[in-house]
């Protein structure tokens, strides 16, 4: 199975363009982060449920009055949809470092039981990065729960995985990522849904979008990322931009020095930590588990 075979490329192609409603693939970023015109309109939505790993979760952008110590981009477009609703309700029940079963496995279920009428759903990360895991394969198992999620009526939004082309040693998942961007691209049309795009993100490229560890976006990340999500959704926002300088001399992008102290402090420890789990140690917890508003009773 290939990704040019994996779907009928025109399936879904008869729905609406307008993903407030549910249906369609997203408009495409036509304009600048932040360069939003007319009256500030939350859109449609009133009950969000985000799904995935770490990068749902809020690795990466620390927040101690933020439920798990993390705020991150799922939060940041909760703030930015709750605006003026009090009728508002998020929850997250991403976990850090799971696989794609693990995150279908554990939580399609419960996400469809509370009722969403707009999922996020990024799922694969890991596998793709480090289990080398084959990327059409993942996406048939990931093509199945979206259409689940779909059928509820809810808007489903879906990430394209990020271009780590120039990050040392992670650059070598580059041709998996891309594959399973594309298959991701296909069942968004085929079940109506909006693609997020972090492929195509160029802002990403800036060294301080990133956590040290490189596999993690930073605060600047995420506020970047829930920008551009809102904009796929067509909802004006008041994330506004922030300019990155010009790289610095000896980034992380250049320094011999700084990779090998990056993978002696950040990845190694990581894989051998993903490799040595203990049996009797207890499933990490989503963050958000029920519907709530964004910021308490």
Do not use: C
Not at 15 to 30: E, F, V
Not at 70 to 85: K, P, Q, T
Not at 112 to 139: E, M, Y
Not at 257 to 278: C, E, H, Q
């Amino acid at each position: 199975m290939n990704a040019a075979g994996f779907l009928d490329p025109g399936a879904g192609q008869s729905g609406t363009s307008d993903p407030a409603a549910g249906r369609g693939p997203g408009r495409q970023l036509g304009r600048e982060l932040g360069q939003i015109a007319g009256p500030r309109e939350a859109g449609p939505w009133s009950r969000y449920v985000a799904m995935g790993d770490s990068f749902t979760a809020g690795l990466g952008d620390p927040e101690p009055l933020s439920p798990g110590g993390m705020r991150g981009w799922a939060d940041r477009i909760a703030e930015e949809l709750s605006g003026g609703r009090s009728d508002f309700r998020y929850a997250n029940l991403a976990v850090s470092g799971l696989v794609m079963r693990e995150i279908l496995d554990r939580q399609l279920g419960p996400a469809i039981a509370l009722k969403p009428d707009l999922v996020t759903l990024s799922a694969g990360g890991n596998d793709l990065v480090f289990h080398r895991s084959d990327p059409d394969r993942l996406a048939a198992s990931l093509d199945a729960a979206v259409g689940m999620l779909s059928a509820t009526g809810a808007t489903v939004v879906l990430f394209t995985g990020p271009d780590w082309g120039d990050t040392p040693l992670l650059g070598h998942n580059r041709g998996r990522v891309a594959v399973f961007n594309e298959n991701i691209r296909t069942i968004a049309v085929r079940h109506h849904g909006v693609i997020a795009d972090l492929w195509a993100l160029r802002q990403l490229s800036d060294p301080r979008m990133w956590d040290p560890d490189r596999l993690h976006f930073s605060p600047m990340g995420h506020h970047t990322i829930a920008a551009m999500v809102l904009e796929s959704l067509s909802v004006p926002h008041t994330l506004s931009p922030l300019e990155p300088k010009p790289m610095p001399a000896g980034s992380w992008r250049e320094s011999k020095a700084g990779d090998i102290a990056w993978f002696t402090n950040y990845l190694l420890p990581w894989m051998v930590s993903r490799v040595r789990k203990r049996s009797d140690a207890p499933p990490l917890a989503p963050k958000r588990p029920e519907p709530g508003p964004v910021y308490g009773s």
